[in-house]
């Protein structure tokens, strides 16, 4: 099946394309995906990040263009922080929104990711904190624990659940465009600029992008982030509440790999408590 075209690029190449396949793939698994890419996509008119159309989806696999990559460079990341708050500013129907013309859950990495179709009937459900604590916390705690990778943590991550429930976190910023999954790997350096990849779109709190990209180290981050705060100033305390964002994929984390991450995800907890 093919996809529409997503608008201007950096002159794509596709004689040699990416493919991307995971046998027995669930069904809409690399549909959803393409999905998020052409929402991600509908923001690059405006200003947005970069890209890659969608050459073919299939059940079990996605073909995308092959991306050329370089090194980082300063000026590079700068573009992005721009073009990252203009994705961002492109904005969702709600928290918790798929990408346009997707009705279904979606995933983060192989992970399911619960989605609100419709907007909440309620101004508390329709909160940020309300659609965080129960379609990202709750869900992939429950899973944590189900691995066996989250034990007295998981207190921490409830108290929060409870915090964000009593609207704790909010701020009155309408939804954002997200990415969903912004971490290094997921963020190509190329000639042409920054080309996101592999996202899990949905629309929620831009910070939650911004404090992916600070989990795992992303090259001139710093730059990244002065640059997205000119285009589009962050909230007063932005940094403090990067712990909050961060317990989410540490629980998705701990639920597909174990590890540390499980301990990771209470100490973010603690720290996004010890701010609300």
């Known amino acids: 099946m093919s996809a529409p075209d997503h608008g201007p690029g950096p002159g794509w190449a596709t004689a040699d394309p990416f493919v991307k ?20 996509a509908g923001a690059r008119p405006s ?66 990711l619960r989605h609100l179709l419709d907007a909440p009937a309620t101004s508390a459900g329709a909160s940020w904190g309300a659609f965080f604590a129960r379609c990202r916390l709750a869900p992939h705690l429950a899973a944590a624990r189900d691995a066996g990778a989250v034990d007295d943590d998981a207190r921490a991550v409830e108290r929060l659940c409870a915090r964000l429930e009593d609207g704790a976190a909010e701020d009155g910023r309408p939804p954002a465009r997200l990415h969903g999954d912004l971490w290094a790997g997921n963020a190509l350096w190329t000639a042409a600029g920054v080309v996101l990849v592999d996202p899990a779109a949905h629309g929620g709190h ?13 090259p001139h981050l710093e730059r990244v982030l002065a640059a997205y705060d000119e285009a589009a100033p962050l909230a007063d305390g932005w940094r403090d509440r990067v712990p909050l964002h961060q317990v ?28 609300l």
Do not use: K, N, Y
């Not at 396949?21 to 991600?40: D, H, I, K």
């Open 47 to 112: 200003g947005g990040a970069l890209v890659p159309p969608v050459l073919e989806v299939a059940r079990e696999r996605i073909v995308l263009p092959r991306v050329e990559q370089v090194d980082p460079a300063p000026q590079v990341a700068e573009a992005f922080g721009r073009e990252l708050a203009a994705t961002h500013a492109a904005g969702a129907p709600h928290h918790g929104a798929p990408p346009a013309r997707w009705r279904g859950d979606g995933w983060v990495g192989t992970a399911p």
């Open 206 to 218: 831009a910070e939650t992008d911004l404090a992916m990209l600070a989990l795992f180290g992303l």
């Open 21 to 40: 396949s995971r046998a027995g793939a669930p069904e809409g698994f690399f549909a959803a995906e393409a999905a998020g890419l052409a929402w991600l």
């Open 248 to 275: 989410h994929p540490l629980l998705v984390h701990a639920q597909l790999f174990g590890g540390s991450c499980g301990a990771a995800a209470g100490s973010a907890a603690r720290a996004a408590l010890s701010v």
